[in-house]
């Protein structure tokens, strides 16, 4: 900020100023510029959201079309034209999206990540995204035992403990469920640094079964005001499913995924439980489709979390 000052003024350009900066003489309902002035203001500020939405449609059109797009400035002046290349374009691009919303489609129906409910509890089941059943759930040793792996606690909490006890009991899941397609989960407060609960007897498929002794131990635990760290093994080494996510709702508590192929996704809780309906619309946000399932999770994980305000990231 300058400071105002008179030197080097006449009395008339002071006088001026002071009309200006005046409530009475210059109300601040009142827009001090001339009708060119504003027209001109106008103009500039649609031509920049002209620019920016092109820029973003161009950036989705590269991402779905790939080479057949041009630079972005050959993409504008077509564009701008209306011609007939920038109209096939958009064809292709309406196209694409036509396939790639009925791919998702069958991926909603047919392979979605589902609650299943059985004997009166929830459980927690990802019915298979790749295969209907098999595969290979080996865990990738050369990633988990290595030192850089265990790095990827150390910034979990402000509590070394906690985060060396995440590092071994992710570990320790990979161990009790190398190729296996089960799950187990441990429950560890990030301000004792120490174990609350676990479920590590359980063998159903992709999924995991709270019992009442484990969310009695979660409950007592936070009674006493500590914070809760969850960590479970995802044996397809996908990210966190909507169920996930949403156990940790109202909470200010934190989860760990660890993938079989060395994966680990940290998340916390959304402001508000989440539908498949959200999760639906999340991915047909996504600019592109792809086959590989795993990259489309976390696309769609990391679209829900800008739409429903958790952290989830890659460690």
Request: aromatic residues 10%.
């Amino acid at each position: 900020m300058i400071k105002y000052t008179t030197i080097g003024k006449t009395e008339e350009q002071i006088q001026k100023d002071k009309d200006f900066s005046s409530f009475e003489k210059n109300p601040v309902t009142h827009d001090p510029r001339t009708k060119k002035q504003i027209k001109a203001y106008r103009d500039k500020e649609n031509n920049r959201r002209k620019l920016i939405d092109t820029t973003r449609q161009w950036k989705k059109y590269k991402a779905a079309l790939g080479k057949e797009i041009p630079s972005f400035e050959t993409f504008k002046e077509h564009k701008d034209l209306n011609d007939y290349k920038y109209k096939e374009w958009e064809s292709k691009f309406r196209s694409f999206r036509q396939q790639a919303s009925e791919k998702l489609d069958n991926m909603f129906e047919d392979d979605k990540m589902s609650l299943q409910n059985k004997s009166g509890d929830i459980m927690l089941k990802e019915e298979s995204l790749r295969t209907k059943g098999g595969g290979d759930y080996g865990v990738n040793w050369n990633i988990v035992k290595s030192k850089e792996y265990t790095k990827r606690f150390d910034n979990i909490s402000d509590n070394p403990e906690a985060n060396a006890l995440a590092a071994k009991r992710c570990r320790n899941a990979l161990v009790n469920r190398n190729g296996k397609k089960t799950e187990e989960i441990y429950a560890i407060s990030l301000t004792t640094g120490k174990d609350v609960s676990k479920i590590t007897d359980q063998n159903y498929d992709f999924g995991v079964k709270r019992t009442e002794k484990f969310t009695e131990d979660v409950n007592r635990a936070k009674e006493k005001g500590e914070r809760i760290l969850y960590i479970h093994n995802h044996p397809r080494g996908l990210p966190p499913s909507l169920e996930d996510l949403n156990e940790l709702v109202g909470t200010d508590d934190l989860g760990i995924v660890a993938g079989h192929d060395g994966s680990l996704y940290l998340y916390s809780a959304p402001t508000t439980t989440m539908t498949k309906d959200d999760e639906k619309i999340a991915f047909m946000k996504l600019p592109w489709y792809s086959e590989d399932i795993k990259e489309m999770m976390i696309m769609g994980v990391e679209q829900l979390s800008e739409t429903f305000g958790f952290t989830f990231v890659e460690l």
